[in-house]
């Protein structure tokens, strides 16, 4: 129902009003070589949609998964995934954070410019969702995804999911990695749930995380 320390990636403060919105972590131990594991966001961000689907026409516009952990409704972030990894012993597992906003009616200063939630974005300008409901539908869709991540071959359905509802295919973004910063145009995401840049000098770049990916010329980096 809340939390008091909530945080997304880079350490950011994560900020939630009480009983409004999901607030939750799962904990997964994938049977599969540590090398998949990066698809765990990437499954989680189709699972999201998904179940933001089975809200039908109560929204104006189509959730779209922003690479590597968000997920937008237009050009606003409605959702945030985070996972954390244990690989130090034997007994791995990860640990997968979402934060949905589902019932926030505002956000203040700067976060009304790049944040929204379903009800600012249902078609009537304010209805209120079962938060219990969409909790369920959401935990089903990932349980639908989740084996995915253990065969490639499985893996494509959510690969093409990744680009047909991708918000950065076929624009300009910049990308920071590990002390370095790219610009080029999204042009497709692998069987790992990696992102591939094309740079203007015409070299791609396969991407498996990044610190921040920012829209050229839109001022978004979220």
Request: aromatic share 6%; glycine share 10%; proline share 4%.
């Amino acid at each position: 129902e809340s939390q008091s320390g909530g945080r997304g990636r880079r350490g950011d403060p994560w900020i939630s009003p009480a009983r409004r919105n999901l607030l939750f972590s799962i904990l997964l131990r994938p049977q599969t070589s540590t090398s998949n594991w990066p698809r765990l966001p990437q499954l989680a961000a189709v699972a999201l949609c998904r179940a933001i689907d089975h809200l039908g026409p109560a929204l104006k516009v189509e959730a779209r998964i922003k690479w590597p952990n968000d997920i937008w409704l237009g050009e606003k972030k409605v959702a945030g995934l985070l996972v954390d990894t244990n690989l130090q012993n034997a007994n791995h597992f990860a640990v997968l954070g979402i934060g949905l906003n589902v019932n926030n009616d505002q956000f203040a200063g700067e976060l009304s410019e790049t944040a929204t939630s379903l009800r600012l974005a249902s078609s009537d300008g304010g209805a209120s969702f079962d938060r219990n409901r969409l909790a369920a539908r959401l935990l089903v869709e990932l349980a639908g995804v989740y084996p995915q991540c253990l065969e490639d071959e499985s893996f494509t359905e959510v690969s093409a999911m990744l680009n047909s509802r991708s918000a950065l295919l076929g624009r300009e973004v910049r990308v920071d990695f590990a002390g370095r910063r790219l610009t080029g145009e999204v042009v497709g995401f692998g069987d790992r749930g990696e992102m591939i840049l094309s740079a203007a000098n015409g070299e791609r770049h396969v991407l498996h995380s990044a610190e921040q990916v920012r829209l050229v010329g839109k001022g978004l980096a979220l």
